[in-house]
């Protein structure tokens, strides 16, 4: 049975940082998409960053959401299978439920077949 846990959200003041983590098990995703997308009340979930084999060795891309490009950076660990958010310069509008995905990959959801449940991120002003 493959999951995605991710931890390390919390509560942080504005200026602040984070880093999440998603650990997948039941399967390698060396050769998948693997990101975040985020849900804020009363919002749709949307994408924040993704990193991609490239296809070629042990290359990958990322991509960024225009809201989050320079503060917020996707790293990967492929001998953990686990993918990391690294959050800087947070700010309230940055407060959601953060959603570890992995799959085709994409900034739609529907090229990730697998979800994490979420980790609650809150950036107090």
């Known amino acids: 049975q493959v999951q995605l846990v991710e931890s390390g959200g919390g509560l942080v003041q504005a200026g602040g940082s984070l880093r999440l983590s998603c650990a997948a098990s039941?399967?390698?995703?060396?050769?998948?998409?693997m990101g975040w997308f985020r849900q804020a009340p009363g919002k749709e979930r949307d994408f924040v960053a993704v990193?991609?084999?490239?296809?070629?060795?042990?290359?990958?891309?990322?991509y960024y959401a225009g809201s989050v490009e320079g503060r917020f950076t996707i790293s990967r660990d492929n001998a953990k299978n686990t993918v990391y958010l690294q959050m800087n310069d947070l700010k309230p509008e940055d407060t959601a439920v953060y959603y570890c995905?992995?799959?085709?990959?994409?900034?739609?959801?529907?090229?990730?077949?697998?979800w994490g449940q979420g980790t609650q991120v809150t950036v107090s002003s």
């Open positions: 995905v992995a799959g085709r990959g994409g900034r739609s959801r529907v090229g990730y077949d697998y």
């Open positions: 039941g399967r390698t995703f060396k050769n998948d998409a």
């Open positions: 990193t991609t084999w490239t296809g070629i060795s042990t290359y990958y891309t990322t």
